[in-house]
């Protein structure tokens, strides 16, 4: 019995003074970051906000060509819709939110910057711009559909 109480208590000593550690996010950007975690165990998720918009000099196009919508897709997905004819003269920003452009949040994992392709189709479904942007996390992306984008894709004069 008394063996019994012994080894008990040198396993209970040997588990107590055992150091485990944690996996977890480590990257301070993330949205998950762990500060108490011992190494990164690849879980991180980030994210960044980013808002679309027509400049004015595009609107002025768009109006001239008769197009009344066009339509914002990411990676292939619909995400939303900017008046053809409504142009900005500054960029905007994510907050506060304009309802004139078209605002999202990217979520990503497992990298600190990420990119992704947009595209822009107006109502009849023609594409007038296809590109691909990079962003980081924690960020405020602008992007703007400008004219000289418009006119390089569809090489136009």
């Not at 208590?9 to 998950?32: K, L, P, Q």
């Not at 595009?58 to 008769?66: E, K, V």
């Not at 990119?115 to 960020?139: C, L, M, Q």
């Amino acid at each position: 019995m008394n063996k019994l109480i012994y080894i008990l208590i040198i396993c209970m000593i040997g588990f107590t003074s055992c150091e485990v550690e944690t996996g977890g996010c480590t990257d301070y950007e993330a949205i998950n970051y762990e500060k108490f975690a011992d190494f990164d165990d690849g879980s991180c998720f980030y994210q960044s906000d980013v808002v679309f918009y027509l400049d004015l000099a595009g609107a002025l196009y768009f109006d001239a060509q008769n197009v009344n919508f066009l339509d914002i897709y990411i990676d292939g997905d619909y995400l939303g819709t900017l008046k053809a004819n409504l142009g900005f003269i500054n960029m905007p920003d994510c907050f506060p939110i304009d309802p004139d452009a078209v605002h999202f949040t990217m979520e990503w994992e497992d990298a600190s910057a990420t990119s992704f392709i947009w595209t822009v189709r107006d109502e009849d479904g023609y594409k007038w711009y296809e590109g691909t942007e990079a962003i980081i996390p924690n960020d405020c992306t602008s992007i703007g559909l400008t004219w000289k984008k418009i006119k390089e894709y569809n090489n136009l004069q």
